[in-house]
């Protein structure tokens, strides 16, 4: 587990796992609101090397990031779930089309919907521990 004050702290602790990424994980991020993940997010768009900037998916579902800066990550797919019911609500999204060797598919809110097995390659949880702080922790998941 690591601890994060700051806005650049979570960057930081991104940046080590992007750095561990090669191109076709899929990464679940767990959190409340306000947790941190889209801040997450935006830290490990810009280790791989991207220039993109990185919104919240909540309103648009899914957001694509190129990146250049990288040998063999071509893009960055990133998702929220939060607001889906079903499970048949995901065809829309196409997200097996997402799921390619140069590719980083990030999901937010896995668990609305509980009987998707997502397959993550890694899990990062994220918890408020002040206003300021909060504990992040990186899992990765074997095959």
Same mark, same amino acid.
């Given at each position: 587990?690591?601890? *994060?004050?700051?806005?650049?702290e979570?960057?930081? =602790?991104?940046?080590?796992?992007?750095?561990?990424?090669?191109?076709?994980? $899929?990464?679940?991020?767990?959190?409340d @609101?306000?947790?941190?993940? %889209?801040?997450? %997010?935006q830290?490990?768009v810009a280790?791989?090397?991207?220039?993109?900037?990185?919104?919240?998916?909540?309103?648009t579902?899914?957001?694509?990031?190129?990146? %250049?800066?990288?040998?063999?990550?071509?893009?960055?797919?990133?998702?929220?779930m939060? $607001?889906?019911?079903?499970?048949?609500?995901? $065809?829309?999204?196409? @997200?097996?089309?997402?799921?390619?060797? !140069?590719?980083?598919? =990030?999901?937010e809110?896995?668990?609305?919907?509980? %009987?998707? !097995?997502?397959?993550?390659?890694?899990?990062?949880?994220?918890?408020?521990?002040?206003?300021? *702080?909060?504990?992040?922790?990186?899992?990765?998941?074997?095959?």
């Amino acid at each position: 587990m690591r601890i *994060s004050h700051s806005l650049e702290e979570s960057h930081a =602790i991104a940046a080590v796992l992007a750095k561990q990424l090669v191109g076709g994980e $899929r990464i679940i991020l767990i959190g409340d @609101l306000g947790a941190g993940k %889209t801040t997450f %997010t935006q830290g490990l768009v810009a280790a791989l090397g991207s220039t993109a900037r990185v919104k919240s998916p909540t309103f648009t579902v899914m957001n694509e990031y190129p990146v %250049t800066g990288h040998p063999t990550i071509h893009r960055v797919v990133h998702c929220d779930m939060y $607001r889906f019911t079903a499970p048949e609500e995901l $065809r829309a999204l196409e @997200l097996e089309e997402y799921q390619s060797p !140069d590719t980083v598919l =990030i999901i937010e809110w896995p668990d609305a919907l509980p %009987t998707v !097995d997502w397959h993550p390659t890694h899990i990062v949880r994220i918890g408020h521990i002040d206003e300021h *702080s909060r504990s992040i922790v990186i899992e990765e998941v074997g095959e």
